[in-house]
Structure formats: C-alpha cells, structure tokens
Antibody
Framework: EVRLVESGGGLVLPGRSLRLSCTVS????????LHWVRQAPGKGLEWVGFLRNQNSGGTPEYAAPVKGRFAISRDDSKTAAFLHMNGLTSEDTAVYYCARESGGAYAFDIWGPGTRVVVSS | HSAPTQPASVSASPGQSITISCTGT?????????VSWYLKLPDKAPKVIIY???KRPSGVPYRFSGSRSGTTASLTISGLRAEDEGDYYC??????????FGDGTKLTVL
C-alpha cells in the first residue's frame, strides 16, 4: 500500500524551531518529488514547498511566506522527507501535509493524514 | 504569488450541475495545462479529483470534469450527490517553478 505519514507536530513557542517528518512506504521514494502543504485554522490550502526527486537534482523550491525560514530535505535511505521550520510565528499554526507529486502530472496524488503545529506562548 | 480566485461558495440540489471557476493569471492558470483540483473534507487529507486541467484519476466518477479557457479553469460536477459536499480547491503550477492553490470553494448540496 502506498502511504505517507507525517509526524513531529505539536505546540511550540514563537521564534522556536520544529522539524516535521514524512515517512513513506509502498513506492520507490527517490523517484518522486515530495511537497508540503498546510492549512491554517479556518483558512484554505497553502502550498509550502517541495523537493525534486534525485533525477531532477533533488533541489527545493519554497513559497514566499516561508522562504528563508523553512527548509526541506530528504533521506532516501530512510524513505523520509523533512520540513525544518525556523523562526516560527503564529501565522505558521496549521495542519501540515506531505504529498507525493504524481510522475509528470504536476499534481499531488497521495497525501499523508497531516500533523498539527500550534505556535503559541 | 496571489492565489487564484474561486467563488467562496456554491450550492445546488441533488441531481443538478455546478461549475466552480478558478481565475488566475498568465503566470499560473493561464501558463499551461497544469491545473489540478482537490476535494478537502473536514479532518481529512485532500484528494485529487482532476489533474492536467481535465484528466480524472482512477476511481473518480465521470460526473467530475475540468476545463480551461485562458486564465480561468473550471470544475464541473454533474448529477450532484450528497457525498460531493465539501471544499474544492484548484491548484496551478506557476512560471516561477512553484505551485499555488486557489482560495477554495465550499460546495453545499441542498
């Protein structure tokens, strides 16, 4: 079964850092790009960033609100991707999803259930 | 990158048809056939229902269809059913190599 599962969410103080993990199974991890998408309470979906697969250089791209604060990495040996979040503010409070980009279709075909991040003092 | 614009809400009765628009710019929706649509239910992960403007993933009913004209993409659902109720989002790849979601539409089946 193809699965993605996020972990690492929780309550964090403003200004602090947090690392989310996305563990995958059921498919060849290093051949797919992985994305992070979030949804703040009462708000819509927001694309956060992604990491290209190894064949495409394995480089990241980020949305403007998180560029310079967030970083995405992957560990192909552990079939996991990570979202490193620094300088967190209340605006980053959201459910964070990781999603697989379907090969060549520029769409997200498999999603994890999400992990909740609350930034509050 | 500003979010493509969608109507905040649409509603219709079972059996009717609805169309949700997604209006962007030449740098996103209008830049190519790389628009997808997602259904988001409360406390559930989003689910892709249309990709590359008009293609349906396996398992998505024929009642769902997509199209694009210029900088506006559209999702049409025909023969509405109660289980179609939820929040629908368009999403587009952009010329900057990023993605952007529309601001979402709440569909109510009366």
């Amino acid at each position: 079964e193809v699965r993605l599962v996020e972990s690492g969410g929780g309550l964090v103080l403003p200004g602090r850092s947090l690392r989310l993990s996305c563990t995958v199974s059921g498919f060849t991890f290093d051949t797919f790009a992985l994305h992070w998408v979030r949804q703040a309470p009462g708000k819509g979906l927001e694309w956060v960033g992604f990491l290209r697969n190894q064949n495409s250089g394995g480089t990241p791209e980020y949305a403007a609100p998180v560029k310079g604060r967030f970083a995405i990495s992957r560990d192909d040996s552990k079939t996991a991707a990570f979202l490193h979040m620094n300088g967190l503010t209340s605006e980053d409070t959201a459910v964070y999803y990781c999603a697989r980009e379907s090969g060549g279709a520029y769409a997200f075909d498999i999603w994890g259930p999400g992990t909740r991040v609350v930034v509050s003092s | 990158h500003s979010a493509p614009t969608q109507p905040a809400s649409v509603s219709a009765s079972p059996g009717q048809s609805i169309t949700i628009s997604c209006t962007g710019t030449g740098s996103d929706v209008g830049s190519g056939n790389l628009v997808s649509w997602y259904l988001k239910l409360p406390d559930k992960a989003p689910k892709v229902i249309i990709y590359e403007v008009k293609k349906r993933p396996s398992g998505v009913p024929y009642r769902f269809s997509g199209s694009r004209s210029g900088t506006t993409a559209s999702l049409t659902i025909s023969g509405l059913r109660a289980e179609d109720e939820g929040d629908y989002y368009c999403c587009s790849y952009t010329s900057r190599g990023t993605w952007v979601f529309g601001d979402g539409t709440k569909l109510t089946v009366l």
